[in-house]
């Protein structure tokens, strides 16, 4: 189980951004992996929301979140994160970091989540 530190969640209002940050310093192989998002609501399927293949050079959104929310890696701090922006109720979801063992195709049953994931909620 890789252990990252993950940032906070929010209470925001829409139309407000947030950068989620996933650390996984301790894994070695974090250049390796290609790495995702996904959220989960409560009473509501996981969706995968968005990811990079492992050369970094591919990236995949859901239609939900495309040209409001940004995957990025910084192999330097070992780190994931994404920028959310023009936050909307319908974005109100735990958000976890993961492992996508499907290569950057963001297929949901093939995100493996690091950590506990993270709660953001957006008000109206």
């Known amino acids: 189980q890789v252990q990252v530190q993950e940032s906070a969640g929010a209470l925001l209002q829409t139309g407000e951004s947030l950068r989620l940050s996933c650390n996984a310093s301790?894994?070695?192989?974090?250049?390796?992996?290609?790495l995702g998002w996904f959220r989960q609501a409560p009473g509501k399927a996981p969706e995968a929301i968005a990811c990079?293949?492992?050369?970094?050079?591919?990236?995949h959104y859901a239609d939900s979140v495309k040209g409001r929310f940004t995957i990025s890696v910084d192999s330097t701090s070992v780190t994931l994160a994404l920028q959310m922006n023009d936050l909307k109720p319908a974005d109100s979801a735990k958000y976890y970091c993961?492992?996508?063992?499907?290569?950057?195709?963001?297929?949901?049953?093939?995100?493996?989540?690091w950590g506990q994931g993270t709660l953001v909620t957006v008000s109206s």
């Open positions: 993961a492992n996508d063992k499907s290569g950057g195709r963001c297929l949901t049953s093939y995100l493996e989540a």
């Open positions: 301790g894994e070695k192989d974090f250049d390796l992996f290609a």
């Open positions: 990079i293949n492992w050369k970094r050079d591919t990236t």
